[in-house]
């Protein structure tokens, strides 16, 4: 009987669990990022840049929340690690992509690796989270102007894909998902903007589990 109420409470009880996954160019602020939900969510210190080295393979850090467990893998974000992020696309519930928004010097860059993400089959029903980072630095662009960015860019894309002849397949499909993009803006290292991204990723994975009638 102890086990039968024992089993019936852990049941009740039980957390569901979801990954998210959480990448981007080098030195956007993913473990910062990272260390700052920890602090937020877990009470563990803020986030030391001095002891945050680059990401070589992953970080997790694992959050409660009501009858829910997020678990965020931060992944290295150097050229040659980028290769490995497509192995987790299929088991994540979402994806946020950070972007250095005071680095202005590598936003094609980084707008040409969060295009292959975005095109990626994986995660084409997944949620995608654009988080534009470092708000608190000077010059930092803002929300409008990093959407403004992308755009412009990807108009140039087109633009040129165009002149190819193996241009087109799923632009359709691609131009509806850049239109419904969420965009936030955040500082890691402050905090600032990170609950609200977090409430926003737990949302979405509850709601797209039950769009897609699940796959926990
Ligand atoms: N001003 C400012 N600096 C930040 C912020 N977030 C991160 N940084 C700084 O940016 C640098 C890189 O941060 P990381 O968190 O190591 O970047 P990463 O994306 O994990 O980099 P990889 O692990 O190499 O992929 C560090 O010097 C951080 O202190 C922020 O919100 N504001
Ligand atoms: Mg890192």
């Known amino acids: 009987m102890y086990h039968l109420l024992k089993g019936l409470h852990e049941y009740l009880t039980r957390k569901e669990e979801f990954s998210i996954i959480i990448i981007g160019l080098d030195g956007a602020g993913k473990t910062t990022l990272l260390e700052n939900i920890k602090s937020l969510y877990n009470h563990t210190p803020p986030p030391q840049p001095s002891k945050i080295a680059p990401t070589v393979g992953q970080n997790l850090g694992k959050i409660s929340l009501p009858s829910t467990i997020l678990n965020f893998f931060d992944l290295g974000g150097q050229r040659g690690i980028r290769s490995i992020w497509h192995?987790?696309?299929?088991?994540?519930?979402?994806?946020?992509?950070?972007?250095?928004?005071?680095?202005?010097?590598?936003?094609?860059?980084?707008?040409?690796?969060?295009?292959?993400?975005?095109?990626?089959?994986?995660?084409?029903n997944?949620?995608?989270?654009?988080?534009?980072?470092?708000?608190?630095?000077?010059?930092?662009?803002?929300?409008?102007?990093?959407?403004?960015?992308?755009?412009?860019?990807?108009?140039?894309?087109?633009?040129?894909?165009?002149?190819?002849?193996?241009?087109?397949?799923?632009?359709?499909?691609?131009?509806?998902?850049?239109?419904?993009?969420?965009?936030?803006?955040?500082?890691?290292?402050?905090?600032?903007?990170?609950?609200?991204?977090?409430?926003?990723?737990?949302?979405?994975?509850?709601?797209?589990?039950?769009?897609?009638?699940?796959?926990i």
């Open 87 to 124: 192995r987790y696309y299929d088991e994540c519930h979402a994806v946020a992509y950070v972007l250095d928004a005071s680095d202005r010097e590598r936003l094609a860059e980084g707008w040409e690796v969060f295009d292959s993400v975005l095109s990626s089959p994986q995660t084409l």
């Open 126 to 215: 997944v949620p995608l989270l654009l988080l534009a980072n470092k708000q608190d630095a000077p010059h930092a662009l803002s929300v409008t102007e990093i959407r403004n960015d992308y755009q412009d860019w990807d108009q140039r894309r087109r633009d040129s894909a165009r002149r190819r002849p193996d241009f087109a397949p799923d632009e359709e499909r691609r131009r509806e998902r850049i239109a419904s993009l969420d965009v936030m803006g955040i500082s890691a290292l402050e905090g600032r903007g990170v609950p609200e991204a977090v409430d926003w990723l737990f949302l979405r994975v509850q709601n797209s589990r039950r769009e897609r009638g699940e796959r």
